[in-house]
């Protein structure tokens, strides 16, 4: 038997009830928000599919770790959430800013404004000492940057260390200017791509405790991709992938 059209409405009511009262509270509390993405790049003529049909949603002040083999996806999917670049579909909403609607300038500015990169690299400027480092970001700002600079590296612990240039300093230490540097700017969001990858187990698990330190005092949210399982088990959430796909999604 079919059911009347009054009954139909009657019995959707409270689920729609439930939608609209908790729709608006649940968008504002996630930073980073990504549907259905997916990443195809056309290699040797044939296409290869990298990410596959991502879906997650990630708090303010949440600290994710992306684990997974080397080649499943990982740096891919922190560039697509980073706006670096553009999904082949799916969408990305970064603080409630759908990064899959802006052009590559719009999304240079709000990487200006609101991001923090650490690379497994460093990726110092050579010619430019540690504190220069740390002052890039609020210079291009147009932001004071002396003091700042000098208050963040006292804060990684490199506060007599402000002239030395890169070259003079340790994997650590180059790293914990490259998080000053990250910090400086105050992001929402600090992007980490194997942070610590060029260092030895115990200088990492340093780098990690102080990202993790800076976590909970700013509220930075972080998203860091290791194949560390020791320095993943730092974070309050763990994302596995494989093969491009989510395979595992833990809270702890
Ligand atoms: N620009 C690109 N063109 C073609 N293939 C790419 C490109 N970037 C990444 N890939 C491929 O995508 C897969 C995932 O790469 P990546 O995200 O770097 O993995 P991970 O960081 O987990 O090691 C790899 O097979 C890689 O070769
Ligand atoms: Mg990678």
């Not at 553009?86 to 200006?112: H, I, K, Q, Y």
């Not at 320095?231 to 959430?237: D, G, I, N, Y």
Request: aromatic share 6%; net charge neutral.
């Amino acid at each position: 038997m079919q059911a009347s059209p009054v009954a139909t409405i009657e019995k959707s009511r409270p689920y729609l009830g439930i939608i609209l009262h908790t729709k608006p509270t649940v968008e504002t509390a996630f930073m980073l928000r990504c549907e259905s993405l997916t990443q195809t790049y056309l290699s040797g003529g044939r296409q290869l599919t990298v990410l596959k049909n991502i879906t997650f949603s990630l708090e303010s002040g949440g600290f994710l770790a992306i684990v997974g083999p080397s080649g499943s996806g990982k740096t891919t999917l922190l560039g697509l959430l980073a706006g670096l670049d553009r999904p082949t579909s799916g969408r990305v909403f970064f603080d409630d800013v759908d990064l899959t609607l802006l052009n590559e300038d719009a999304r240079a500015r709000l990487r200006a404004a609101k991001v923090g990169f650490v690379f497994q690299s460093f990726q110092l400027i050579p010619t430019l000492t540690a504190r220069e480092n740390v002052q890039v970001p609020l210079e291009l700002r147009g932001e004071p940057s002396e003091s700042r600079a000098q208050e963040l590296l006292t804060r990684v612990g490199l506060g007599e260390r402000g002239h030395h240039y890169p070259a003079q300093l340790s994997g650590g230490e180059q790293q914990r200017v490259a998080i000053a540097r990250a910090f400086s700017v105050r992001p929402k969001v600090l992007f980490a791509d194997e942070p610590t990858g060029n260092l030895d187990a115990k200088t990492g698990a340093t780098v990690i405790d102080l990202m993790t330190e800076l976590n909970r005092e700013l509220g930075t949210t972080l998203v860091l991709v290791t194949h560390d399982r020791d320095l993943a088990s730092r974070a309050r959430r763990i994302i596995r992938l494989a093969d491009g796909a989510i395979v595992e999604d833990t809270t702890q």
